[in-house]
């Protein structure tokens, strides 16, 4: 199995971390294990690289790939329960490379991409709910929901009506059947800029892997999951996602909410931390060199306070 990813933000993610050779680190995605490797060169005899994700076939490949490094440990879990793998200890860096990994969306039967023609399927961990679950039984109110607010599709009262009408005659079993119910609910000039099922796929994509829900709870268990002066770095790659790293971020970093006409604070607050980077965006070499770069952002913070 080969299992290839092109690491976005590459070498400004792994600065991001200033990696102490004795540290501590934990990869919440490390998929092919891109970052995971450069992290463990980077490290002592002394040093720790725990690297988890929740696909079984990234974590064969992360087994073979990282067995040789004594430091490493490799969790098969989803990142949102960091705190249970840590246990008692704390971590001086942590990397969370949010989305869909290259291999998945190159490996054709996962279901993925809508270049492919394949199984609707999406599910990162390869169990649970499926694309095809959500496409043929979720109700036309629930389909439009999420193709709304998990894809900001505005299409999708008609995209939702037509795959429910769809469904009706034979289950709609493919990515390709998927696209053309899309393609049959758009205006033509809707389809011009951008593949027209981009956003239907990213939103049932979130639905089947709960990447917001899950987000959510990860973030502050990540926060917590740091030592004093630890620092996360997460990439983000559609607006849903990077809205709430960044207003999490801010929260964190918030010190006295008191209104600026009180003499003195009265509510106590003191920041937890301290923003690093704001949202950096690739390089025009990077997105000359891999297309899937160009949404991307990376957004750092530092641990200043339990």
């Known amino acids: 199995m080969e299992f290839t990813h092109i690491p976005v933000l590459f070498q400004e993610t792994i600065d991001s971390l200033h990696i102490k050779p004795d540290g501590v680190y934990v ?13 463990l060169e980077r490290l002592s005899e002394q040093g720790t690289l ?17 067995g040789a490094f004594p430091q490493a440990r490799i969790v098969h879990d989803t990142f949102n329960h960091i705190g249970t793998v840590l ?7 942590i990397l969370a490379d949010l989305g869909v990994s290259s291999h998945q969306l190159d490996t054709a039967e996962r279901g993925f991409s809508f270049h492919k023609d394949a199984p609707l399927d999406m599910r990162m961990s390869k169990t649970g709910l499926s694309a095809y679950d959500v496409v043929n039984t979720y109700s036309e109110a629930a ?23 769809s469904r009706e005659t034979k289950p709609i079993a493919t990515t390709f059947d998927l696209i053309d119910v899309i ?3 758009m205006p033509q000039k809707a389809m011009r800029d951008a593949h027209p099922a981009r956003r239907t796929f990213q939103a049932i994509r ?4 709960g990447e917001l829900t899950q987000l959510d709870t990860a973030l502050d268990a990540m926060f917590d999951a740091l030592q004093v002066g ?40 003191t920041p937890r931390g301290e923003i690093l980077l704001k949202g950096l965006a690739p390089s025009e070499q990077e997105l000359q060199e891999n297309y899937r770069a160009h949404s991307a952002r990376l957004r750092s913070i530092q641990k200043i306070r339990e």
């Open 27 to 39: 990869d919440c995605t490390a998929g092919g294990g891109g970052h995971s490797k450069a992290i």
């Open 50 to 66: 725990i690297a988890i994700d929740r696909d079984p076939e990234a974590i064969e490949i992360l087994q073979a790939r990282l």
């Open 87 to 93: 246990g008692e200890t704390r971590a001086d860096g």
């Open 143 to 165: 389909l439009s929901k999420i193709l709304f607010e998990y894809g900001e599709e505005k299409f999708a009262k008609s995209i939702a009506r037509n795959i429910v009408k």
């Open 183 to 185: 393609k049959a609910s």
């Open 206 to 209: 979130i639905e089947v892997n």
């Open 230 to 269: 630890g620092i996360l770095s997460v990439i983000t790659f559609h607006s849903l996602e990077d809205r709430m790293v960044k207003q999490r971020f801010k929260r964190f970093a918030q010190g006295c909410t008191c209104p600026k006409d009180f003499p003195v604070c009265v509510c106590g607050n």
